[in-house]
């Protein structure tokens, strides 16, 4: 497996603003992905997160409201944008190791007031 | 459309007993099964399963998959109070990215 670090752990915010998430592994992996667990609900893949691309989003997310950075092969970010009380969740990133497992790094738990 | 249906939703049992998770699945490009346990925020992961009918097994816990049924269950004998956990299981799909849709979870309450 790999060591993969999220910041920041939580964080409490007003509507309106925006909050960049940022996901660190200890080694070079090509797949990253960013998902989202809203209370009481399962994980939500947000979208893949490709070194040099641009991410691929699933149905119901866009860029505009979830940009996404991948400029190296052990780093990403998440931002939220233009967060409302909607935007209330866990977030967590994960990496593709061993051809098919993802492993989850340890969350961002996030409230928007 | 694509689903993953797990069942119990909630789950209470005493110490020492033994308790089965099921996981139901229709997932298109189906390539895996993934079972994660989630304690507080981060999933940690089980087991992967590719092939029907054989075990995989980490001490007290085992997983099997049935590929005809789309179908599996997660065994946890003895369970003890740290077993107390949400246990997800996750469809893998898709080309070269294995992408994952999850169920809702087992909440398992293993009490003294």
């Known amino acids: 497996s790999a060591v993969i670090s999220q910041k920041p752990s939580r964080d409490i915010c007003q509507r309106g603003t925006s909050l960049t998430i940022q996901c660190q592994v200890d080694?070079?992996?090509?797949?990253m992905f960013w998902y989202r667990q809203q209370p009481g609900q399962s994980l939500t893949l947000i979208a893949t997160?490709?070194?040099?691309?641009?991410?691929?989003?699933e149905s119901g997310f866009v860029i505009d409201k979830f940009p996404i950075s991948r400029p190296n092969l052990t780093f990403s970010t998440l931002t939220v944008s233009n967060m409302s009380p909607e935007d209330s969740s866990i977030y967590l990133c994960?990496?593709?190791?061993?051809?098919?497992?993802?492993?989850f790094g340890p969350g961002t738990r996030l409230l928007v007031l | 459309e694509d689903k993953v249906v797990q069942s119990p939703l909630s789950l209470v049992v005493h110490e020492g007993d033994t308790v089965t998770l099921n996981c139901s699945y229709e997932v298109t490009n189906f390539r895996s099964l993934l079972w994660y346990k989630q304690e507080k925020k981060a999933p940690t992961f089980l087991f992967m399963l590719t092939s029907s009918g054989i075990e995989k097994k980490s001490g007290r816990l085992s997983s099997i998959l049935d590929k005809k049924e789309l179908f599996s269950i997660l065994n946890i004998t003895a369970t003890q109070t740290g077993d107390s956990a949400i246990y997800l299981c996750a469809g893998g799909y898709g080309g070269a990215t294995n992408k994952l849709i999850f169920g809702t979870g087992t909440l398992l309450a293993v009490q003294p």
């Open positions: 997160a490709n070194q040099g691309s641009e991410a691929t989003y």
């Open positions: 994960s990496v593709l190791l061993s051809g098919e497992t993802q492993y």
């Open positions: 080694s070079q992996v090509t797949m």
